[in-house]
């Protein structure tokens, strides 16, 4: 992160609230309370009409200034993000970070500070490096609503919370569900922050299913147990979550060939009849057929897959409608105190 200098020390559950326990920013699924994250669902749910589709649009976020930092490309969660904004009556900037004032020498800093002048209420960031978002909310710009949209290997909170929406439509409460996270471990912000999820909502086992390469014991400490055996680990699962090989973060060869990974650990029908017979199959895309999951379960009946895209949209627009309000709460408050103590 060659502009990011500083280090940051709040916590990051410390950092995503104002002082009344109101979400300022939304960077991290981990240290959440139950709570907090059972009012994301229950507020996504409010934006999901009685046929099952994000509402058309909603007037919270009118006037305000939405700006999209994505520093790494990602077609799907930009557009996901775009159209939650829309929906809630949101101005929007999409900032080219290859061609903006970054490119030409200029800090990140300087350049956030500068779009900041413009108006901007809150920043939706994607970055290469783990820690971008939190670093921001604290360094560069606390008084804006920080939306953390991937960070390296760190986080992928609203990924995990549509992933939690879907599991919860389809199955209910949390406390009966054994869940399955199956593949590239290693390298997914996904897996972490969903991780962090389904034990705060109280799921009762979280298994991780891989390589010793993909899947490092030392997993274990964030709360999941590890299978290598896929079999095994799909044993009377509720869930499966399969992920994409991350092949442009692997600096080493981790895997034999895909086709060995997909014989070992590719989700295909013969794997996944070792689930509960009403197991449902999650997959955060983009899909790798053949390689992660086979074509008849990733369009099969079991397959929530594009439920996930659509709960994607009110799951985001729930975390910005909420992330707002704090912030907006937070500002309020120190002006206050700021005006009584002069």
């Not at 956030?112 to 560069?140: C, K, P, Q, T, Y």
Request: glycine share 8%.
């Amino acid at each position: 992160m060659s502009h990011l200098t500083a280090m940051s020390h709040a916590a990051p559950h410390q950092l995503q609230l104002n002082e009344q326990g109101q979400l300022r920013h939304f960077l991290t699924t981990e240290g959440l309370s139950r709570e907090l994250l059972t009012d994301i669902l229950d507020t996504a749910e409010s934006f999901i009409d009685s046929n099952g589709r994000s509402v058309k649009k909603v007037p919270l976020m009118r006037g305000l200034t939405v700006v999209n930092l994505f520093f790494e490309n990602s077609t799907r969660t930009r557009s996901t993000f775009e159209l939650a904004a829309q929906k809630l009556s949101a101005d929007i900037l999409n900032l080219n970070i290859s061609t903006s004032a970054t490119a030409k020498g200029e800090t990140l800093q300087d350049t956030l500070w500068n779009i900041r002048a413009m108006g901007a209420d809150m920043f939706v960031v994607r970055h290469a490096d783990s820690g971008a978002a939190h670093f921001i909310a604290e360094n560069v710009t606390p008084d804006v609503a920080i939306i953390n949209a991937g960070d390296g290997r760190h986080a992928h909170p609203t990924q995990a919370m549509l992933d939690m929406l879907t599991i919860r439509r389809c199955k209910g409460e949390f406390g009966k569900l054994k869940v399955a996270i199956v593949g590239d471990i290693l390298h997914s912000r996904v897996a972490r922050s969903e991780i962090h999820a389904l034990n705060t909502l109280g799921a009762e086992e979280v298994r991780l299913i891989g390589p010793k390469t993909l899947v490092p014991d030392t997993l274990q400490a964030l709360g999941a147990n590890i299978y290598r055996d896929m079999k095994q680990g799909l044993k009377d699962v509720d869930v499966i979550v399969a992920l994409r090989l991350q092949k442009e973060r692997m600096n080493t060869a981790l895997l034999p060939s895909e086709s060995e990974f997909f014989r070992l650990y590719g989700l295909n029908e013969e794997k996944l009849a070792y689930a509960k017979p009403d197991a449902i199959v999650m997959h955060p895309g983009p899909i790798n057929r053949g390689v992660e999951i086979e074509s008849s379960v990733a369009d099969g009946e079991q397959s929530r897959i594009l439920t996930q895209v659509s709960n994607g949209i009110a799951v985001r627009m729930a975390v910005m409608s909420m992330a707002i309000t704090g912030q907006l709460q937070q500002q309020q408050d120190l002006a206050k105190q700021q005006g009584a103590e002069g």
